[in-house]
């Protein structure tokens, strides 16, 4: 659909070279109708219908745009109108959908395999709505009893289900907590473990303190540390390789450690990963614990994407010894269906976080009937002291999907993930490149010999995935770079992919390849 540009008025003055008179279609502010409960029920009829609407036709949208930086600044306005137009509203919608759509990657996309899901669903959608309709600021107990007895509630029932240990959890001793993103929840850890240790040696040493993770971790685990005040220099990203799957190696992580020790450094904090980014492999969390608490380091496990799987039984092993970390998040909003954003932070000791994060209570934040409980502010267990009421939308998911639904939502993913490995493997063109764990696959194409071998095997696989991303109606995927391998990624995820999109994605990726092929083959025989 050609995307068609709306004028604003601003005094009467041009905007993007359309004069209009001042006061012409324009509508003075009705303050009493900011919150009026029958307009609200209207324009919410429509955002709905809307919404509605655009997961209807999603199929219609190419998964990414093709546009070039500058292309939504252009069609807009310099500045934002002095007084609503009429049906403001309804204009701004088909802005919505005429201009800024166009321009989206639509995550939400059955053909979006380039990314870890950004999973939605439409409890978790309409649960979103219900938190920002009643808007309420949650950061302590008085602020919000229900809020933080829901959130506290809501963390153990998932954590429950997820087969965590009960040492996480507030049932066990432990506790968890909602925040927006893995990064904000490997800080908060960060920022604990740092104060207790600096506690022990002395906060002139805050410069000896040395963190330790894979070369396979999110770049988010090095962004906190930074953040956390850890000299970038201090940050050990310690070696892996394909024989051992990925994986970071205890023995390493021990030699690395002991190392820093001999340097007269002190190890501080170990972030261990189940399903990195890159291909999804998964630490062995019992042997790193092990080695952490022979120098008393901190351990913990980042499973922002896989962490979801875990609420399979077939999936538990994976976190096998996570009885000995002392932190574990992973993100809900990746493949659990309960929209963005929702990250959640477990910790053994609570306090350790409240005596790292906590603030002094001032009086306007004291209630009377918290007097002599021993209540929850969740103000003093992140970062953020204005918070949103992420629970509800967690409490309504697990209530309306329960556990064995979420079960089925990545059973689904993870044969679809099988299939198209099968189908990987059933053409002698292909190879799988790394060992699939969860609903990602990692392949490449072979480059035959007269092509050039091993050696141009990432040129012709870098040339594929353009090819692949080139077809407007086709599947978006996106690649890896490990020990020197290039490699596309499929991640099977978006709560709207069934086989057949998983098949029709495999069959532009043959079909990209054999045209390729094709050309490069012309090119090498006309040389």
């Not at 997820?162 to 907590?177: A, D, I, N, V, Y």
């Not at 190696?249 to 340097?263: C, F, N, R």
């Not at 002698?428 to 035959?448: D, G, I, N, S």
Request: charged share 20%.
């Amino acid at each position: 659909m050609a995307p068609t540009s709306h004028f604003y008025t601003n005094n009467g003055a041009p905007q993007n070279g359309a004069v209009v008179p001042a006061g012409a279609g324009n509508v003075p502010p009705q303050h009493s109708c900011l919150l009026d409960p029958n307009e609200f029920r209207r324009q919410g009829h429509q955002v709905i219908d809307f919404i509605a609407d655009y997961y209807a036709r999603m199929d219609d949208y190419p998964v990414h745009p093709s546009v070039n930086p500058g292309f939504l600044r252009h069609q807009l306005p310099a500045n934002a109108p002095s007084r609503p137009e009429s049906d403001a509203f309804g204009t701004a919608l088909r802005d919505v959908r005429d201009l800024i759509l166009p321009g989206m990657t639509h995550w939400q996309s059955a053909r979006h395999f380039a990314h870890f899901p950004a999973s939605s669903s439409t409890v978790g959608a309409l649960g979103e709505a219900l938190t920002a309709g009643i808007n309420v600021v949650p950061f302590t107990w008085a602020a919000s009893p229900a809020a933080t007895e829901l959130e506290m509630v809501v963390v153990d029932w998932l954590g429950k289900a997820l087969h965590l240990p009960e040492s996480l959890m507030f049932c066990g001793g432990g506790g968890g907590t909602l925040l927006g993103t893995t990064c904000e929840a490997i800080l908060c850890a960060i920022v604990a473990a740092r104060d207790r240790k600096l506690a022990d040696i002395g906060s002139g040493r805050i410069g000896d303190l040395v963190v330790y993770c894979s070369d396979q971790t999110h770049f988010a685990f090095r962004k906190a540390a930074h953040i956390a005040g850890i000299h970038r220099d201090n940050c050990r990203e310690i070696a892996t390789y394909r024989d051992d799957m990925f994986a970071l190696s205890p023995t390493e992580l021990q030699a690395a450690m002991q190392a820093d020790v001999d340097a007269g450094l002190v190890p501080l904090f170990l972030c261990a990963t189940v399903g990195t980014t890159q291909t999804t492999p998964v630490d062995p969390i019992r042997e790193l614990c092990a080695v952490a608490a022979t120098h008393g380091v901190w351990v913990h496990v980042d499973a922002a994407y896989a962490g979801s799987a875990l609420v399979c039984p077939e999936f538990r092993h994976l976190i096998d010894g996570a009885e000995a970390v002392d932190s574990f998040s992973m993100n809900a909003h990746k493949w659990l269906l309960a929209n963005n954003d929702c990250c959640v932070l477990w910790v053994k000791k609570p306090s350790l976080l409240i005596a790292a994060l906590g603030t002094e209570q001032e009086y306007i934040l004291k209630d009377a009937a918290a007097e002599g409980h021993d209540v929850v502010d969740y103000k003093d267990w992140s970062v953020t002291l204005t918070r949103r009421f992420r629970a509800l939308k967690l409490w309504l998911m697990l209530r309306c999907y329960g556990v064995e639904g979420l079960r089925d939502h990545i059973r689904g993913h993870v044969d679809m993930a099988v299939s198209f490995e099968g189908m990987v493997k059933a053409d002698p063109r292909f190879e799988v490149m790394a060992t699939r764990q969860f609903a990602l696959v990692c392949f490449r194409l072979r480059a035959p010999e007269e092509l050039g071998g091993p050696k141009a095997a990432n040129d012709l696989n870098r040339r594929l995935l353009e090819e692949v991303n080139a077809t407007g109606s086709g599947p978006y995927m996106s690649s890896a770079n490990v020990g020197g391998i290039y490699m596309l990624r499929c991640a099977i995820g978006s709560t709207l992919t069934e086989e057949q999109h998983v098949r029709a994605a495999w069959k532009v990726v043959q079909d990209r390849a054999a045209s390729l092929l094709r050309k490069m083959e012309s090119i090498n025989a006309v040389a």
